[in-house]
């Protein structure tokens, strides 16, 4: 459930203010902390992944470490969580599917290019940056291919940086659960340590944080309607 499209800013801190007693302190506490911590200067898009349990873990990576916006695109495979591999991760993550149009490579790309981001397509065959020199001063979208094929050609043209994990062994390629890993870790710990406004506005956390309320409490639909004055 996403929080009411009506809500200004004044009454998005009132419900919270409301909501904060149907959660326990400490609950409240690890929200206000990881929220601290939550971007969107970096974010994450997948493009086609199929095998439920790699894209899964794609998300449970981005909760831990703090990317807050997913983007998935669907054209040949629909994106399925895999509830023992996520742990509930989803449910803490904006999701953003892609699977109206004949091409949603190409609609997620350029919806990510008007907000302002810089797409960097994950590629072991380009010359590119790899994790420490990727220029961070931009936001930028990371996209991932299959697990098999990489990413698509259209991917590939319409990418304006690429980067790769340098390797030695005989193996060109890791899983993508491991390699999206390895990139976001290293990504949002260099950001972490830099000094680029990679925060979250206070709309922005007032916004999740009241979603955050809402999967926690039990009926909360319920309870904002009454709050909100509305009747049945």
Not at 158 to 179: C, H, R, W
Not at 194 to 202: A, K, M, R
């Amino acid at each position: 459930m996403e929080p009411a499209d009506d809500l200004n800013p004044i009454n998005t801190k009132e419900l919270i203010a409301f909501l904060r007693p149907f959660v326990t302190a400490e609950r409240f506490q690890k929200f206000q902390e990881t929220l601290h911590f939550r971007t969107r200067h970096i974010t994450i898009a997948l493009e086609d992944i199929y095998q439920p349990h790699n894209a899964s873990a794609v998300l449970r990576t981005c909760d831990c470490f703090g990317v807050q916006n997913v983007h998935i695109i669907e054209n040949r495979n629909k994106y399925e969580v895999n509830p023992d591999v996520a742990l509930g991760s989803s449910k803490w993550l904006d999701l953003f599917k892609y699977h109206g149009s004949s091409n949603n490579t190409i609609t997620c790309i350029r919806a990510l290019k008007k907000q302002g981001y810089r797409i960097v397509a994950t590629t072991p065959h380009k010359d590119c940056f790899v994790p420490e020199t990727l220029p961070l001063d931009r936001k930028t979208a990371l996209i991932f291919g299959t697990e098999l094929e990489g990413l698509t050609p259209v991917a590939l043209e319409q990418a304006d940086d690429y980067i790769k994990i340098p390797m030695v062994g005989f193996t060109e390629s890791l899983n993508i659960s491991v390699s999206a890993a390895i990139f976001i870790q290293t990504l949002t710990h260099r950001l972490r340590m830099s000094d680029i406004p990679w925060q979250l506005s206070e709309k922005e956390k007032d916004s999740i944080l009241l979603h955050w309320l809402q999967q926690s409490i039990k009926k909360s639909e319920l309870i904002i309607r009454g709050f909100l004055g509305h009747t049945e």
